[in-house]
């Protein structure tokens, strides 16, 4: 479906004379189009959820940290748009439910740990390459600081905000602790080969 989109919309932009039809254009902007409408899904489908749920703030909240975090750490990619789309959304309700299961009275040393473990592992494995989006060696470095600090700053503000028992701490770690999952397959589908 995505993929169809794709096609009219380049086909309407090609008319329009807002784009070139040169093969190097035509790829670029195909693979570019693809990724903005699987974008536009992505947070339609997150916001839908958040409004059937009657969690807006939290799916708006989860959305902005977890495109945030993957922007400069990676994760797992899907090899279709499908299946990154479900895999969202999938993960999303999974987040939302761990949200509202778990008690505002949480043991804050239960956070600094997992917040620790995040960061840890974000720090040894971070950033994930994606096949579409290579990166140089400097990038890397660039890409693992602002990850590690980034990943650190999202750590503190769980542990912050559940001592003073703000329920926002809980939504934070829990989606550092996706992102740090994505990372983590990842990295198992680089090691045992892509079967997803």
Known sequence: MIRVLSKYLLRYLISSSVIEATDRNLKIYK??????????????????????TFSIKESVLFMLLLVLLRIYTGGYHANTYLKCNLLLCINYILVLVCYNLTPSNCNVMHFIFVSITCVAIILLFCPVENENKKIT?????????????L??????????????????????????????????AAKLKERWGDHG
Do not use: C, D, M
């Open 31 to 52: 693979y570019g189009t693809e990724i903005f409408i699987s974008s536009l899904v992505n947070i339609v489908a997150i916001v839908a959820i958040g409004i059937l």
């Open 137 to 149: 060696p400097e990038q890397k470095i660039k890409l693992k600081k602002k990850s590690v600090i």
């Open 151 to 184: 990943g650190t700053i999202y750590g503190t503000a769980a542990v912050v905000f559940n001592v003073f028992k703000y329920r926002i701490g809980i939504l934070i770690l829990y989606t550092l602790s996706s992102v740090t999952i994505a990372v983590i």
